[in-house]
């Protein structure tokens, strides 16, 4: 049997660890600790879909913006607290973040099951691909192992998250900066085929930009007027707004994105092409969006014995 010089020990060495870091993550991290974890996930999300579908699109902009801002580390969850400040008071999260208590009543389950073993980060990650699924969407296997964040940053959830105006160089740049391509990000947007937004994040927009069918401005300012009713709702996707479907990259094409930011995916621009594939090809749409979904899901994540497992997920223990 040859023996391994030092240089080629250490480079071993070396890549098993590398290899370590890089799989911390397991989608059987919890098969022995928790075994109950998903059935009780799902069960809950379900419950709360039942109650209103527009709930798992907000859970999945709660995952969006949790990873994000400092990776998936359950940050957002924290409540303010006198000598604390968490990310649910920043411009993208204020008044329009929702679906805590569902996280809350997972939690609150799943402590009952396996306690002090669960994060709150994989608690969200999960419920995330619940409420896409529950809604006609694809499912995918979770990569676990996520440990709770001890802190949190207002500065990064106003800063690193895209808004509804962003051009197409805007949210090619921030998702670039998370690690993930302007595919992946044209796959991501396809999240808006379900829930809801306020008229004040796109007035302007059908008010005044000319890309957009008229027909669906008028629609649109019917229930959004040109000054006030500014917490009026309307339908991210017009199609199919409870379904998670290609209905969105459609929407697209037919000039009918809710956003500018929708919109600029579709507007002479590198995604073009992109979003025409989706519009005529439901199952690759599928098929990417949750590729994508591992992908975001594994920014940053704390493992090992960094972070905590909390007990509740709106503060540290």
């Not at 023996?3 to 098969?31: D, M, N, W």
């Not at 607290?81 to 920043?90: M, Q």
């Not at 796109?202 to 669906?216: L, T, V």
């Amino acid at each position: 049997m040859a023996t391994l010089s030092y240089k080629s020990l250490t480079f071993l060495v070396l890549s098993l660890l590398v290899c370590s870091a890089h799989g911390q993550l397991s989608t059987s991290f919890y098969q022995k600790k928790c075994p109950n974890l998903q059935t009780i996930v799902r069960s809950v999300v379900s419950q709360a879909i039942a109650k209103e579908a527009r709930m798992g699109a907000s859970i999945l902009r709660l995952f969006f913006h949790d990873c994000f801002v400092n990776g998936c580390d359950g940050g957002i969850l924290l409540d303010d607290t006198p000598t604390f400040t968490g990310e649910k008071n920043a411009g993208p999260n204020a008044n329009s973040a929702r679906g805590f208590e569902v996280i809350d009543a997972i939690k609150t389950q799943v402590e009952a099951s396996c306690n002090a073993t669960v994060s709150c980060a994989d608690i969200l990650t999960l419920a995330a691909r619940d409420g896409v699924n529950l809604l006609g969407g694809p499912t995918w296997n979770v990569p676990l192992g996520r440990r709770d964040a001890l802190t949190a940053s207002l500065t990064g959830a106003n800063s690193n998250l895209p808004g509804p105006g962003s051009s197409l160089s805007a949210l090619i740049s921030m998702f670039s900066a998370q690690g993930l391509t302007a595919r992946e990000m044209t796959a991501l947007s396809g999240a808006h085929t379900i829930g809801q937004a306020s008229c004040q994040f796109f007035r302007n927009r059908i008010f005044n930009e000319k890309n957009i069918n008229a027909s669906f401005a008028s629609l649109r300012q019917q229930t959004c007027p040109q000054s006030g009713g500014d917490n009026n709702l309307a339908p991210l996707d017009v199609q199919s707004p409870n379904a998670f479907d290609n209905a969105y990259y459609v929407d697209l094409v037919n000039k009918q994105g809710l956003f500018h930011s929708d919109q600029e995916l579709f507007n002479g621009g590198s995604q073009d092409k992109v979003v025409t594939q989706y519009s005529t090809n439901a199952a690759l749409f599928a098929s990417d969006f949750a590729k994508a979904m591992v992908k975001l899901s594994k920014i940053s994540p704390l493992t090992g014995k960094n972070g905590e497992i909390r007990l509740n997920c709106r503060k540290i223990n």
